[in-house]
């Protein structure tokens, strides 16, 4: 599959697509993923490592990604999040720009970051908050209990909550990162965290649970 993050910073519009590549790729529902409301400066490399969280499920063996050459570090967090990969590229392997961050985000889907799913508290003053939203109308057809997030993406179409979670932190943080929080997972997430958890700490990042 080929992997393509895109910053549209006049809209304030962060787009990433999935386009088949190989016949051992799965067909998502939604090729094209949108984070609206996304202010900040997207590093290339972060970038590519949250496409492989937010579409890792769905690439087969063949992952490549457009605009950037990966170092030796994110092509090493990428095996470890995609769990089909056998060939990646492109790879600069004499790459190396990893250092380690200091920065603490905290984010979660709205809904269940605000209704107390997570102590945030405990996390320290200094952590940012950033909540995110989906589709307002949700599975019963009822927007009742909506929460509105600072973010909104339509990316929990094809990937579980702590996915997304990760990879828009990935997404806001950048270099800058040192620990990301996310709501506790599901039971059905678990190995989701797991595999996301291992290949961040080749970036020199925590994913912690609240």
Not at 38 to 54: N, Q
Not at 126 to 144: E, I, K, L, Q
């Amino acid at each position: 599959m080929k992997l393509t993050p895109k910053h549209d910073k006049w809209v304030n519009l962060l787009l990433v697509a999935g386009t088949e590549s190989c016949d051992t790729d799965s067909w998502p529902m939604v090729q094209e993923l949108q984070f609206r409301h996304y202010r900040s400066v997207l590093d290339p490399e972060f970038g590519a490592v949250a496409a492989a969280i937010l579409f890792g499920r769905h690439c087969g063996s063949v992952v490549e990604f457009e605009g950037v050459r990966l170092g030796i570090d994110a092509a090493r967090a990428v095996r470890a999040i995609v769990p089909n990969v056998e060939e990646l590229l492109p790879i600069d392997g004499g790459k190396r720009e990893i250092g380690q961050g200091v920065a603490t985000l905290i984010v979660g889907e709205a809904a269940r970051l605000l209704d107390g799913n997570g102590k945030t508290g405990r996390v320290g003053k200094s952590a940012r908050a950033v909540t995110w939203s989906g589709d307002f109308v949700g599975r019963h057809r009822d927007s009742r209990r909506y929460v509105g997030g600072d973010v909104f993406t339509n990316a929990a179409l094809i990937a579980g909550s702590t996915e997304v979670s990760a990879a828009l932190a990935l997404l806001i943080g950048g270099r800058g990162l040192r620990d990301i929080y996310v709501p506790p997972p599901t039971k059905a997430e678990a190995r989701d965290f797991d595999r996301i958890a291992a290949g961040l700490e080749f970036l020199s990042v925590k994913l912690r649970r609240l």
